[in-house]
């Protein structure tokens, strides 16, 4: 009994680590959570009007198809270009930070107090200065991505390796060169990380921005639907807000692997 | 100012730490000409590679002064090239990539960084690893790596930081003769850093002796034997024993 036990865990441990079928055991946990979810609706915990069954949730997919695809849409964009802009600023003052401890003396206060203010309770500050519209809500992504990428650049320049700035400095390299293709390749691991964060902080940031100051994405089409008393379009919203963010970690990920694949067999990471 | 290509006059290095200094280095003053192969000899922490970086221009001295190429020093100088104790290879760099660094650096156009690349390679013996990533490679050929990065610029003297020190002793002794034939066709200036005696008298013409505590300078030796040597000579033998005790090794200082 117990040898066969053992035997089935290594299997199934194989089984999940080594085939790329087995990457799918991600979703095992995610269809038990719809069956429990099936089986509340059935057991009726709650009224039909506060908990729909995952039957009509699937048809609102059908049902409100073109809503939904366009409020994505006006979402995804948003986060695109706040985070977009974050990369562009955050990178290049994060590598010349990292890089110049003069400018690190500079901002670092200023970068430790700013860092701490959760971009959603800027949220009234950005409807008084930008009004209701994609404006706030892009400012508010933007800082939600600045930070992450701009500490993590700092972070990777620093774990630069002594020995290959001697190198560089031995060779007489410029600086303009050390940055390129020293301190910006060095520290691309870390940028990713950093992006990874943004990333997760922007898609955050731009539902709950929705719900209050835009009048169009996943948040407010959410709110819509709550005040129109359609429960199935706000479960059908959240499952698309998860989707997506699971999505968006897979392309960052995999573009990770793209640009760092000289990091390959140095570290256990991005397997 | 005599004809020697690299100079050391009373050279002291104090380093400033948050737990108090360290004294690395006293009063060195040394004196090596073109064309020379000169080891630096000693134990473990006394200062050989922090006068290796001194001479390539990367760590200032407390005290004292260097010459190379005739030029007080103050910074690298474009006349020398440093291999370091951990190769210092670029690990986003191909092979390639790694070996063209010095050049590019000092604005070598794109196709002559990659005739040279190629040549320096085949002189090294990696012409079939261009392409791959320094991850990729043995420690061994980490090591030609930075070697053949470092001959590129043709540079007059070679500054070695313990290349050899990390390798199995098949591939040391393979490497050594390498070396040895690089240098006979290049005609380059060595400063070779190591803590192996064998190694030292197996490629020096002179050997530099150093004691801890803090680093000086203890004796200055020529290596009188023909090439190529084998340690099992007699002279080389004798040579060895001669430098053991040197070194200071029987009184168990390491
Ligand atoms: N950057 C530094 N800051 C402070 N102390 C240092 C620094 N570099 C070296 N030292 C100290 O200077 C002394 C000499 O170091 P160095 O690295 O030159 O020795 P070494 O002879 O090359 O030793 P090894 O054979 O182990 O490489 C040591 O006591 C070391 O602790
Ligand atoms: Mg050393």
Known sequence: MGRVHRHAVRLTRRFMSASPLGRLTGLLPLIGLILAWQAAVMAQIYPPVLLPAPVRVANAFVLYGGDIVHNTLASLSRVVIGI????????????????????????????????????????????????????????????????????????????????????????????????????????????????RLAVGGGWLTVVTAEMIAVKSGLGYMILNAQMTFRPELIFAGIIVIGAIGLLADFAVQRLRRIACSWQEGLTVQGR | ????????????????????????????????????????????????????????????????????????????????????????????????????????????????????????????????????????????????????????????????????????????????????????AQRTTVLFVTHSIDEAVFLADRILVFTPRPGQLAADVTVDLPRPRTPRSPGFAALAAKLRGLLGTEEGSE
């Open chain 2, 1 to 184: 100012m005599s004809a020697a290509f690299i100079e050391c006059l009373d050279v002291g290095k104090i380093y400033e730490g948050r737990t108090g200094s360290v004294e690395a280095l006293r009063g060195v003053s040394l004196a090596c000409a073109e064309g020379e192969f000169v080891c630096l000899l000693g134990l473990s922490g006394c200062g050989k590679s922090t006068l290796l970086q001194m001479i390539g221009g990367l760590e200032e001295p407390s005290s004292g002064q260097i010459v190379v190429a005739g030029r007080e020093l103050s910074g690298p100088s474009p006349a020398t090239a440093i291999v370091f104790q951990d190769h210092g290879l670029f690990p986003w760099m191909t092979v390639a990539q790694n070996v063209a660094f010095n050049m590019k650096a000092r604005g070598v156009g794109a196709k002559q960084r990659r005739e040279r690349a190629a040549e320096m390679l085949a002189l090294t013996g990696l012409s079939s690893f261009a392409t791959r990533y320094p991850h990729e490679l043995s420690g061994g050929m980490r090591q030609r790596v930075g070697i053949a990065r470092a001959l590129t610029t043709k540079p007059r003297a070679l500054l070695m930081d313990e290349p050899f020190g990390a390798l199995d002793a098949q591939t040391r002794a393979r490497l050594q003769h390498e070396l040895l034939e690089i240098w006979a």
């Open chain 1, 84 to 195: 977009g802009l974050a990369f562009v600023v955050g990178v290049p003052m994060g590598l010349l930070i990292g890089r110049f401890a003069w400018l690190d003396r500079l901002f670092d206060w200023s970068i430790q107090t700013f860092r701490s203010v959760p971009p959603i309770s800027l949220i009234p500050m950005a409807m008084l200065f930008f009004g209701i519209g994609d404006t706030p809500a892009i400012v508010l992504i933007f800082l939600a991505g600045l930070w992450p990428l701009l500490l993590n650049t700092i972070f990777g320049v620093r774990t630069i390796e002594r020995t290959l700035l001697k190198v560089a400095a031995a060779a007489g390299a410029g600086e303009a060169l050390i940055l390129r293709d020293i301190v910006w390749p060095a520290a691309l691991p870390s940028i990713f990380t950093g992006l």
